[in-house]
């Protein structure tokens, strides 16, 4: 071949190597890849259009899997550091895991600066994604204000008012044994459900759920001591019917009104309209928890992982579901998800009644504990102390075990595992 010729040829060959790896890069850059489960995955896919108008040439390549199987599969990508989206959404009861990995861009950091509209958001979730050092490793998109679903009418039959059921942990025990003696329904599925809230009410500043700001365990404290003493009451006078959440009985109970409360986040009022019991649409009401246990449970969170190719278009995502009030309000009108962001909730949305609990005006309730919850810091272990705490509440409840005894053994075991 001639000299002329070669050098064109490999001219040639050099500028289509270079436009291939350019429209590759370029194919690269005009997708997103997040992750999700139910029903974040439907808020997302709500919020599309908001998204093509800011990056009409950028596609959202979503990926949603059950919850539990979500969680696996992100925690088995960060710690190969393969298969990882641009945008994970994580729930609450997983972040002090994902966190300590240390596999997550810190939001407080350029670029992303979120302590820069940390004001804009309730106090305790924000609290929830900080990490001891004081890293920010997600951005709080919905929350889970603690309340107390009761139903009206097993309530009416019994004599019992709500000012009784609520006044304090011990009359709501009373008003139990009331409702028992008149209409046979159960107070609570199962006796594990009082001290879940109870373990989240109150938590001092500076602690988390088992372990303190200096990782000191704290589950032989007055707070755990007292939760599974309520549990062992309610026990005791076959107040529960050891039942376990999500299964068919437990929904049926709330069908056939043999479970008189539920004691959960805001969004199981939607999820028993929805789905759980929606033919028992009006016997429903909503109220504070006992004692104004002011409590969170549960809450969606977004994290860029490290290894995240997009991260610039990975904070515009995250800053749209998170900081956008149009984007948090549509995702509440929709899916029941609570608003992170303040100025979301001075809509007059929360003022509309709610159908299933009998026009009552449930959001206002709801907002104000959103306001009062304490924050609450996050550990590594926590899954690991909440798995062994319930191992020993059973030992309490169905075996009889000293409660002093079984808060020290999970004391022990608990130090053990900080150990390892």
Do not use: C
Request: hydrophobic share 45%; aromatic share 10%; net charge positive.
């Amino acid at each position: 071949m001639h000299p002329t010729v070669t050098r064109l040829a490999g001219k040639f060959l050099a500028m289509a190597a270079l436009f291939l790896v350019s429209s590759l890069a370029q194919a690269q850059a005009q997708s997103l890849a997040v992750t999700a489960y139910p029903a974040v995955d439907k808020i997302i896919e709500a919020a599309l259009p908001l998204w093509k108008k800011r990056h009409p040439e950028v596609e959202i390549k979503l990926v949603s899997r059950s919850m539990e199987d979500h969680h696996k599969a992100m925690s088995t990508a960060l710690s190969t550091s393969s298969n990882l989206p641009d945008v994970m959404a994580l729930e609450f009861g997983y972040l002090g895991r994902f966190a300590a990995g240390g596999g997550f861009e810190d939001l407080a950091q350029p670029p992303y600066r979120i302590r820069d509209v940390q004001a804009r958001f309730v106090p305790f979730a924000f609290k929830q994604a900080t990490t001891a050092s004081g890293a920010i490793v997600a951005a709080p998109t919905d929350i889970g204000p603690g309340t107390l679903l009761y139903r009206v009418d097993v309530l009416k039959k019994a004599g019992v008012t709500e000012a009784e059921l609520t006044q304090s942990w011990d009359s709501f025990v009373a008003s139990g044994v009331k409702i028992k003696a008149a209409t046979g329904a159960y107070l609570v599925a199962h006796a594990r459900d009082i001290k879940e809230i109870m373990i989240r009410s109150n938590v001092k500043a500076g602690e988390g759920l088992y372990f303190d700001a200096a990782g000191k365990v704290l589950v032989d404290s007055p707070r755990f001591v007292r939760a599974f003493e309520l549990s062992r009451k309610v026990r005791q006078q076959k107040l529960d019917g050891k039942i376990g959440g999500w299964s068919t009985e437990w929904s049926q109970g709330f069908k056939n009104g043999s479970i008189a409360t539920q004691m959960s986040g805001a969004w199981l009022a939607a999820q028993m309209a929805s789905w759980i019991a929606p033919t028992t649409k009006g016997q429903w009401r909503a109220a504070q928890l006992p004692e104004k246990s002011w409590s969170a449970w549960g809450g969606t969170f977004y994290a860029i992982p490290k290894s995240a190719k997009n991260k610039a278009l990975a904070w515009e995502f995250i800053q749209l579901m998170t900081q956008s009030r149009e984007a948090q309000l549509s995702a509440f009108k929709a899916q029941d998800a609570f608003p992170a962001l303040l100025e979301a909730q001075s809509d007059p949305f929360f003022d509309q009644p709610i159908e299933f609990l009998g026009g009552q005006k449930a959001r206002l309730l709801w907002r104000e504990a959103a306001l009062k919850i304490s924050a609450i810091d996050v550990h590594k272990l926590d899954p690991i102390a909440d798995e062994i705490i319930n191992t020993e509440l059973d030992k309490v409840l169905d075996q009889g075990k000293d409660i002093a005894t079984a808060l020290a053994d999970a004391k022990s075991l608990i130090e053990r595992r900080v150990r390892r």
